[in-house]
């Protein structure tokens, strides 16, 4: 009997023009559209298996080990839907295809960064979960036809379907179909650009992102003008910054947007605060950096960003990579140990934690105690979803997932 098995792994992204409000919450049509970074899943991915055999009695979903409710009508379920829809194209006009669309799935999904983490595991969780199937149906799709189904898992991971540079296309048309990703450039143009995530602490439950937009789109006036003048002009000005490789443009555009979304969460009625006081400390330091720098006759050398929570998301250079993370850990002292992939530091330059960049104001932050930055990660631009072999599958030979957590 032949076994239909595919895994995949796919790829966090984090936006720089920030996704923020539904004008179709069914569907998840956008009210403007947006730009990410894909990071490198060699730090970051979730991986998935899919599987469709006639013997399983219904579709059914495992979470980092534990099994999930497939709730009809739900996101996962039109995921899954939409997928069989397109390998039902594929199997009429083949009619020696085996009937795979009328196969029950199991499908088993596992992020390698903790949960806990607060980092959004929906993007990379959704386009694994869409690629894994397209892979397992041969579908002739495009990463672009992908999107358009991963959209209606989470918006955001419609994006997650390319490496390097994505824009989200917000479309016009009421059915969506026009509501897609591309490529702006892939990882190759700009493999220069790295990303350190600040993991930050946070003791109280924030709003979800897809309630808290919906709350925005329905009593922020700021938002308006955001979706009808802002966005538009900064799609188009960073788009021209990525083709150029031209940070300092990029790193002003990022950060003008990140401060904007939580301007608009600011604006919702009643408000909605993502950013804390370490969030804040952290915006001081990058600011700072970039001041002094400047100031010495240098360019910006680091862009934040922040989603709907207090992590931050540092762009920078490679080459100012070693300078960030020495002024975060001084004043975030960690833990644990830095885990250095990119050999930043060795035993001749270890990381003190001491380094001040020269004309760094000190005073724009207080040091904080240990644990207020739990965790940094380092990583870049990376590529978009990779088919894995079958030694790396989720699911065992029974087409039941292999650990259970
Ligand atoms: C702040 O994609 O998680 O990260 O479509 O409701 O699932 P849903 O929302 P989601 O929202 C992401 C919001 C954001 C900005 C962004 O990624 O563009």
Redesign the pocket.
């Known amino acids: 009997m032949a076994v239909y098995q595919a895994t995949v792994s796919a790829p966090v ?3 720089c023009i ?3 409000g ?1 004008r179709d919450t069914k569907l ?1 049509l956008p009210t403007n559209s ?1 730009l ?1 970074v894909t990071l490198d899943q060699d730090n970051l991915k979730s991986t998935t298996t899919s599987r469709a055999d006639p013997s399983f009695d219904r579709d059914r979903l495992w979470l980092n080990g534990h099994e999930e409710e497939i709730k009809d009508g739900g996101r996962t379920a039109t995921c899954i839907a939409e997928m069989k829809r397109l390998r039902r194209e594929v199997e009429e006009k083949d009619p020696k295809q085996p009937k795979l669309s009328s196969y029950p799935v199991h499908i088993c999904s596992h992020n390698n960064f903790p949960t806990a983490a607060g980092l ?1 595991s ?2 990379s969780g959704f386009a694994a979960l869409v690629a894994s199937l397209a892979f397992l149906y041969a579908l002739p799709a495009s990463p672009s036809a992908l999107s358009l189904i991963a959209r209606q898992g ?4 419609c994006r997650s379907l390319f490496g390097g540079f994505v824009a989200w296309e917000m479309g016009t048309r009421a059915d969506g179909s026009d509501s897609l990703a591309v490529q702006v450039a892939p990882r190759e143009h700009w493999p220069d650009l790295h990303a350190l995530i600040c993991v930050v602490s946070d003791a109280k439950k924030g709003v979800a ?2 309630s808290g ?1 919906q709350r925005t789109v329905e009593t922020s006036a700021l938002l308006q003008h955001r979706i009808r003048t802002v966005v538009p002009e900064r799609m188009a000005a960073i788009t021209e910054a990525i083709h150029a490789r031209d940070f300092p443009t990029f790193a002003k555009i990022t950060m003008a947007d990140s401060n904007q ?1 939580h301007a608009v969460a600011l604006d919702t009625e009643p408000p909605i605060f993502y950013l804390n006081d370490v969030s804040r400390a952290i915006i001081a330091l990058v600011v700072e950096l970039n001041r002094a720098s400047v100031a010495a006759g240098g360019t910006i050398k680091a862009a934040y960003t922040y ?2 929570g207090p992590n931050a998301v540092i762009y920078a250079p490679a080459a100012n990579m070693r300078e960030i993370v020495e002024l975060i850990v001084g004043y975030f002292p960690q833990t644990e140990k830095f885990n250095d992939v990119f050999g930043l530091f060795s035993a001749d330059k270890p990381l003190s934690g001491n380094n001040l960049p020269a004309g760094f104001n000190p005073a724009v932050s207080k040091k904080f105690e240990e644990g207020a930055v739990k965790g940094l990660i380092h990583t870049r631009v990376g590529d978009g979803p990779r088919a894995l072999s079958s030694d790396e599958a989720l699911l065992g030979a029974d087409g039941l997932p292999k650990m259970v957590a």
């Not at 989470?154 to 991971?157: I, L, M, N, V």
């Open positions: 992204n984090i936006a920030k996704y923020w539904k998840i947006s990410s959004a929906s993007a989470s918006g955001s991971a992102s897809t937009m979304f989603d709907a």
